[in-house]
């Protein structure tokens, strides 16, 4: 399947102020590559602002989304949880932030739960996984950054990770666009009516 993004753009921060549109979230440690990944799924190389400083993204950021052909959606960069070097009291920030979030959302139909495919993935996100699960969206692992493993060392690890998780997970890349036409086609068959 072929998706053309017509328009892509800062929507704000409040989703209750926008118009209702199905939502796509992106969660993860800072530093993980949610920014990244949304922009490569967009085709854009910085409406969303990346940075090589963890924790940029304080706040909840919705994009519009316009496909040709396709229904329109929000794409939802989620501030980074679980960074070491945060304040003490960040992580409940983060969580009453995401609680407020996902609570009642009707509209949140994945959560992409983005994990380094380095790195064994933590109790955040599993934290992350139990709240998709419990707002009735579907979540997505998403091993990020898989262009810094060699092809065998990718393989093995996926199958670690997946089995270790007790889920589907799609590697993927910003820089080799990897796993790109899987999350579009993941996010196309959940928001199609
Ligand atoms: N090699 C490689 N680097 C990546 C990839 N995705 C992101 N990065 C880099 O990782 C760093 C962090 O990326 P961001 O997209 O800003 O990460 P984030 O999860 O949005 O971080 P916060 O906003 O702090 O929560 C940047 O230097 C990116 O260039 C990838 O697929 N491969
Ligand atoms: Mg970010």
């Known amino acids: ?33 949610k920014s990244s990944l949304i922009n490569a799924l967009l085709n854009r190389k910085s409406l969303v602002k990346t940075s090589k400083q963890p924790g940029k993204t304080k706040n909840i950021n919705f994009f519009r989304v316009d496909l040709v052909d396709l229904p329109s959606l929000y794409m939802v960069d989620l501030p980074g949880y679980g960074y070491a070097r945060v304040p003490h009291g960040m992580k409940s920030a983060w969580d009453g932030l995401a609680d407020r979030y996902f609570r009642g959302n009707g509209d949140l139909k ?25 707002s009735g969206a579907k979540p997505l692992i998403i091993a990020t950054k898989a262009d810094k493993l060699t092809y065998s060392a990718k393989v093995r690890r996926v199958t670690e990770l997946a089995a270790s998780i007790g889920a589907m ?25």
Do not use: H
């Not at 892509?8 to 209702?20: F, H, M, N, Q, V």
């Not at 739960?113 to 380095?118: E, G, K």
């Open 1 to 33: 399947m072929i998706v053309k993004v017509r328009d892509a753009r800062y929507a704000g921060t409040i989703y209750e102020k926008l118009p209702r549109l199905p939502q796509v979230a992106f969660a993860g440690r800072s530093n993980v590559g």
């Open 110 to 134: 994945i959560l992409m739960v983005l994990t380094d495919i380095r790195r064994a993935p933590g109790p955040e996100e599993l934290v992350a996984l139990n709240l998709a699960r419990a």
């Open 169 to 193: 997970l799609i590697p993927a890349s910003t820089t080799t666009r990897e796993g790109i036409d899987t999350i579009w086609e993941c996010i196309i068959s959940e928001i199609s009516p």
